[in-house]
């Protein structure tokens, strides 16, 4: 039975939600389903890449102030779902699930679904009152790693079984492109220089702080090193964090040697990966880790922290491992990580280890749960026009 899906994420930007749902998207699509990727776009520019699939863009509203985000974001959202139908609406995250549980309170849709990719601590109550309806509310629930499907039964009595990720082995391997050559004049890198690759921006769940004390120490011995620091486009506020980055960066007098990018343009991430010496990827907190799957993909060395969900889906043989809590442990895993011999090794067991997780197979996995949402009797609703389409 083909399907007609509303994929939803929070924003446009290439955040981990969002580049999952947009490549189950592609995937369900490729199995003959009909799936639309659907995000409130402030921008008006649409997606961060054009998918292989539908799409539809919510014009939204600028706010920097979070609970008042929160909250237009939803109302956004649920009024252009108002008059559209889906056989089945699956958000991925918390401000589109709320969203749909209002359209169910409301009568207008049966159900929907929810993956859980990692939940955030806030200590302000409405906006935690909003991520756990998020996924209270839904009709079924999905996760994409054990630890964090361990956490929704033990803490919330809610079964999410693990959908996983996947890794686009065309996009991502270790054959160089045509942009790889320009890649460093154009981010203003250091031609001579090995790097040390961090994705995802300045955060504290990223570790960023702990990978700079790591580098600091590292340059002591190989001044050959520069570390860059690429992404970073999120919702949460994380300007307290990024100014002790500042200023340890300051006060070390290095910072000739690191460069923060920024958000950049997403055909340029596998040349990142292959221009890197290394990933270093301690987050203290993840919901899967998509990041290594595409360097080890692009045959590049992946550091990652020795704690789940990494130790539940790579081996210890697929990377090199460290503590996020011990800088030392991370400065000589970039040791290793930076070795000739480590170099040779991920060039051929990274791409083999990346090709164990496939898009396919992920939106496989969720197909009983959509045929169950599609089985319920539908609202009564009709097609209000509310959605504009994204820029191609």
């Known amino acids: 039975m083909t399907l007609s899906i509303g994929i939803l994420t929070h924003s446009t930007n290439p955040r981990g939600g969002v580049v999952h749902g947009m490549a189950l998207a592609e995937a369900l699509c490729d199995a003959g389903h009909a799936a639309t990727l659907i995000a409130p776009d402030t921008?008006?520019?649409?997606?961060?890449?054009?998918?292989?699939?539908?799409?539809?863009?919510?014009?939204?509203?600028?706010?920097?102030?979070?609970?008042?985000?929160?909250e237009r974001r939803i109302g956004e959202i649920r009024e252009a779902l108002r008059g559209e139908?889906?056989?089945?609406?699956?958000?991925?995250?918390?401000?589109?699930?709320?969203?749909?549980?209002?359209?169910?309170?409301?009568?207008?849709i049966a159900g929907f679904a929810r993956t859980i990719h990692h939940l955030d601590h806030f200590p302000h109550p409405v906006l935690a009152a909003r991520q756990e309806r998020g996924f209270i509310g839904a009709t079924e629930l999905f996760t994409v790693s054990a630890l964090w499907e361990r956490t929704l039964r033990d803490d919330y009595r809610r079964e999410a079984p693990v959908v996983g990720n996947g890794v686009d082995p065309v996009r991502f391997s270790p054959v160089p492109a045509m942009q790889d050559a320009s890649l460093r004049a154009r981010y203003h890198l250091p031609?001579?220089?090995?790097?040390?690759?961090?994705?995802?921006?300045?955060?504290?769940?990223?570790?960023?702080?702990?990978?700079?004390?790591?580098?600091?120490?590292?340059?002591?011995?190989?001044?050959?090193?520069?570390l860059v620091v690429v992404g970073?486009?999120?919702?949460?506020?994380?300007?307290?964090?990024?100014?002790?980055?500042?200023?340890?960066?300051?006060?070390?007098?290095?910072?000739?040697?690191?460069?923060?990018?920024g958000p950049v343009a997403d055909e340029?991430?596998?040349?990142?990966?292959?221009?890197?010496?290394?990933?270093?990827?301690?987050?203290?907190?993840?919901g899967f880790g998509l990041c290594p799957l595409e360097a080890l993909a692009c045959g590049t060395p992946v550091v990652v922290p020795e704690i789940a969900p990494f130790t539940e889906h790579l081996s210890e043989a697929d990377a090199l491992w460290c503590r996020p809590d011990d800088p030392n442990t991370l400065l000589q895993t970039l040791r290793d990580a930076l070795s000739v011999q480590s170099r040779d090794r991920f060039q051929v067991s990274g791409p083999a280890t990346a090709r164990r997780f496939d898009w396919r197979s992920v939106a496989s996995r969720h197909l009983p749960a959509y045929r169950r949402l599609a089985a319920l009797p539908r609202a009564n609703i009709h097609n209000s026009g509310a959605f504009s389409p994204c820029p191609k």
Do not use: W
Not at 208 to 216: S, V, Y
């Open 85 to 108: 139908h889906f056989d089945v609406l699956h958000a991925q995250d918390p401000l589109s699930a709320n969203a749909l549980a209002d359209l169910r309170e409301e009568g207008r």
């Open 191 to 226: 031609a001579e220089r090995r790097l040390v690759l961090a994705v995802g921006g300045i955060e504290r769940r990223k570790n960023t702080l702990h990978l700079l004390e790591a580098f600091l120490a590292l340059r002591q011995e190989q001044p050959d090193v520069h």
């Open 232 to 261: 970073g486009a999120s919702l949460l506020d994380h300007s307290s964090y990024r100014t002790q980055f500042t200023a340890r960066l300051r006060k070390s007098g290095e910072g000739d040697h690191v460069t923060v990018t």
């Open 268 to 286: 340029d991430m596998p040349s990142f990966y292959r221009q890197a010496a290394v990933l270093a990827y301690p987050s203290a907190t993840e």
């Open 43 to 70: 921008t008006g520019n649409g997606f961060f890449r054009t998918p292989r699939c539908g799409t539809r863009c919510i014009p939204a509203v600028p706010e920097q102030d979070l609970p008042t985000l929160v």
